[in-house]
């Protein structure tokens, strides 16, 4: 019989620490109990379904109008074309570890011969000092609040309202990757509309923490609304029917965006947890949303093995994957939702404590 795989182990723990609920089709039954039959489909992006979740999303964000689409890299890919448009200028800039860069196949380029310029490092977010030194005209800057791939870390409101500034000094566009952006509200302690009005035009996304099924919104002026949805029924998004993405995505919306803080107070606490491990760290060592990474000196597949027996020994799943980082590094996200709200305190100390003792016996 082949080994146990670590999302096997994961999947089969009692106490799984991450996410919200099992990522199955029972998202979908929960998320459909209370619709409504008789409610009439959306057709090709037209309907009260489709056009009453755009119209409370876009005012939620503070924004004149909003596009749902069934994707977040369709939506951003179409949104910084749009900008690129409009300034006749084919430059945008972004971070190295930004979704467009690396999880995107190349879809920017190959699809819109867009020329991506690089800002900032892969260790640390985007600064105003690395726009102020652009030495490139660009039409578009995109920034991702918070990053993900350095465990979500965020720069400060103040220097993201003097980013805004700048950029619309001199005209350039400011798009807002908010995949996360209700899970960073809290720490912000500012509404979606606050943080929204410094950008020209904003994605958002219901599969992250709120943990729809999936489905994004784009939104921004109305002329930058009307010209996406050209490109969103160019790129094939423009689905006979959504409603399936829309309802869930509203459901989960409704349920979860008023736990935003429970889930950032909740990461924040178990980050304090992970750090009192020896050999352990967290990114950001104190986060500032309901996600960080967890980095271990181990190499990944001893951690894979060291996690089944701490899954199978207390019972406490806590995570579906590991990453490698180097041949004695690795690390795994954590983002927290429902579950670890759920979870009795004591079986998280207890499989934090095994895992203090396990790597203490590993690293020798
Ligand atoms: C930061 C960020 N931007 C964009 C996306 C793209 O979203 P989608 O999966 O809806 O295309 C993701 C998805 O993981 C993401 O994490």
Redesign the pocket.
Known sequence: MAEQTLLEAFNAAPYPVTGSSKWNVNQLLEAFQSADGEQDSDIYGTGKIIEEFQAKIAAFLGKPSAVF????????QIALRIWSDEAGNKKVAYHPL???EI??QNGLHELHHLEPVLLADKSRTIGLADIQQLEEQVSCILL?LPQ?EIGGTLLPFSELEAISAYCRERGIKLHL?G??LFEVLPYYKRTAAEVCQLFDSV?V?F??GIGGI???ILAGEDSFTAESKVWKRRHGGDLISLYPYIISSDYYFEQRLPKMEQYYHAAVELAELYNSCRHIETKPPVPVSNMFHVHASVPKEKLEQLFKGIYAETGVGLTRSIREVDEGNSYYEVSLGDRYLALPKVKIQEALELLDIRLAELNG
């Open positions: 689409f069934p994707s977040g890299t369709m939506a951003q930004c979704h467009l999880h995107e991702e993900r990757d995949a996360r994605y996304s599969y992250k999936a489905g994004a």
